[in-house]
């Protein structure tokens, strides 16, 4: 399974490795392994760590945690006081180690490491709530969350290729479908 990275932002790239929240969830991090493959991925580390299944329980409550942050954000609620903690105690974890080779630049970490750099950047994140467009997606079953970029802020969907293109898509074939009823001329009585 491919990973997706269209959310603008680390954090909301990890939430959404739980697709389609509201009515059929489908978990992309199944196993300490897929978390170790995201974090390569995502570019968190470029060698995949060893992530023990007491970090990938943290990895996925924070994923949880930063979920509820942001949407209580959206909908102009106060923050969960335990998810601020879970943010502020993983943050605090190691960094990774970066170190320099013949080839480039090289992070290696746990995945307490992993869990440290996703909780900075969500607290980044957070912390900027107010000045950012932070978004859901429009596509009816899609919760992914993005930060909308663009130049004119009217960004509604993740990605084009996985929402956006299906949305217009659906309505374009709605639109067809509302033609192809139309009736054909027909004499009048008489």
Not at 156 to 181: D, F, I, L, Q, S
Request: charged share 25%; hydrophobic share 45%; proline share 5%.
């Amino acid at each position: 399974m491919a990973f997706v990275f269209v959310s603008g932002d680390l954090a909301l790239d990890f939430v959404g490795t739980l697709k389609w929240r509201r009515d059929a969830p489908e978990e992309q991090l199944t196993a300490p392994a897929e978390a170790a493959r995201w974090a390569v991925a995502a570019g968190v580390l470029t060698e995949p760590p060893q992530v023990s299944p007491a970090e990938f329980t943290q990895l996925l409550d924070l994923r949880e945690a930063v979920y509820r942050l942001v949407r209580a954000s959206l909908c102009g609620q106060p923050w969960p006081a335990a998810d601020v903690d879970t943010v502020n105690a993983l943050a605090d974890g190691p960094a990774p180690r970066v170190t320099l080779s013949t080839t480039g630049l090289v992070r290696r970490g746990s995945g307490a490491a992993v869990a440290a750099v996703i909780s900075r950047a969500a607290a980044d994140l957070l912390a900027q709530c107010g000045e950012l467009r932070l978004k859901e997606c429009e596509r009816e079953r899609c919760t992914r969350l993005f930060v909308d970029r663009s130049r004119t802020g009217n960004r509604r969907w993740c990605g084009m290729a996985e929402c956006g293109n299906r949305v217009k898509a659906a309505h374009y074939r709605a639109r067809k479908a509302g033609a192809g009823t139309t009736t054909a001329w027909e004499p009048a009585n008489g």
